[in-house]
């Protein structure tokens, strides 16, 4: 038989994924839509570049693959833009990183709170695309002076951060819904690792599929939520101030639907910066 820990730690995580989809539904549409639009789009030009690469390099098979593989140490990412009609408040539009993005190196993220700094470290080789959209975000100031909207302290023990509108003295019904103005598909998803997520972790929260923006979340207990969300890094310094948040509790504002609350000591967000790639 189960025992009610168990049952609790399985309920928060069907709560926990449950609240994520219903919250976007039709934003995610929106998105998936989007999506297949522009990757019809890419197929056209991606299609007519080899054409014209055959007509005038008379079909060097070398150059048509280096062409479509990308620049050496890079990756191409797929950021998808949302559609700019009806875009909710929350969306904040700072712009889109490059799609191409170095799949070498480490690169530290120094989140700078009221409470103290708490430092990672993100490969490279891991996870190019959301590194590199993070390192686009930050230098747009887009985390800074957000609050971290959510804590979940019973069965899957996160910190929840990375919406833009989450500012300002208390808390709306909307926090938890904001983000940049594209999307991305998941990277580093740990289905070998048992946990999936340890503690140390952070990583990025999604509504579904490919719908991987801003939010992330730190892990300060082992979390075994289903491998769907990319693993960003580790932390290397601070959990302790990540497991003094979580020792204070929650309000229980999202008990009702997948668990937990907004932290009952507050974690304001004064600055995130990303360091150059170190090799």
Same mark, same amino acid.
């Given at each position: 038989m189960t025992s009610t820990r168990e049952r609790q730690r399985a309920a928060a995580r069907a709560r926990l994924e449950r609240e994520m989809a219903e919250r976007s539904a039709k934003a995610r549409k929106r998105r998936q839509t989007q999506?297949?639009?522009?990757?019809? %789009?890419? &197929? /056209? &030009?991606?299609?007519?570049?080899?054409?014209?690469?055959?007509?005038? &390099?008379?079909? *060097?098979? *070398?150059?048509?693959?280096?062409?479509? %593989?990308?620049?050496?140490?890079?990756?191409?990412? %797929?950021?998808?833009? %949302? $559609?700019k009609e009806g875009r909710p408040a929350q969306v904040k539009d700072v712009g889109m990183p490059p799609n191409q993005q170095a799949n070498k190196g480490t690169q530290t993220m120094t989140i700078d709170t009221?409470?103290?700094?708490?430092?990672?470290?993100? *490969?490279?080789?891991? /996870? $190019?695309?959301?590194?590199?959209s993070f390192t686009h975000l930050a230098s747009k100031g887009f985390f800074d002076n957000t609050k971290c909207h959510r804590l979940v302290t019973e069965g899957i023990k996160v910190l929840q951060c990375g919406d833009p509108s989450a500012t300002g003295k208390g808390w709306r019904q909307t926090d938890?819904?904001?983000?940049?103005?594209?999307?991305? $598909?998941?990277?580093?998803l740990p289905t070998d690792k048992r946990p999936p997520y340890p503690e140390g972790v952070i990583a990025m929260a999604n509504a579904g599929q490919g719908s991987?923006?801003?939010?992330?979340?730190? /892990?300060?207990? *082992?979390?075994?939520?289903?491998?769907?969300?990319?693993? &960003?890094g580790t932390i290397t310094s601070g959990m302790d101030l990540v497991k003094q948040v979580g020792a204070a509790g929650d309000d229980k504002a999202f008990a009702q639907q997948a668990g937990g609350g907004h932290p009952k000591k507050e974690v304001t967000i004064t600055k995130l910066t990303m360091s150059d790639i170190e090799s």
């Open positions: 999506a297949i639009v522009g990757a019809a %789009a890419i &197929l /056209v &030009l991606v299609v007519a570049g080899t054409v014209w690469l055959a007509t005038s &390099l008379g079909g *060097d098979d *070398d150059d048509s693959k280096q062409q479509a %593989a990308g620049t050496e140490g890079f990756s191409q990412c %797929a950021y998808t833009e %949302a $559609p009221n409470l103290g700094p708490i430092v990672a470290k993100l *490969d490279r080789t891991k /996870v $190019p695309c959301t590194a590199g938890g819904t904001g983000g940049p103005s594209y999307s991305m $598909p998941e990277e580093n991987t923006g801003s939010q992330f979340f730190i /892990v300060y207990g *082992d979390s075994q939520l289903d491998p769907n969300y990319t693993v &960003l």
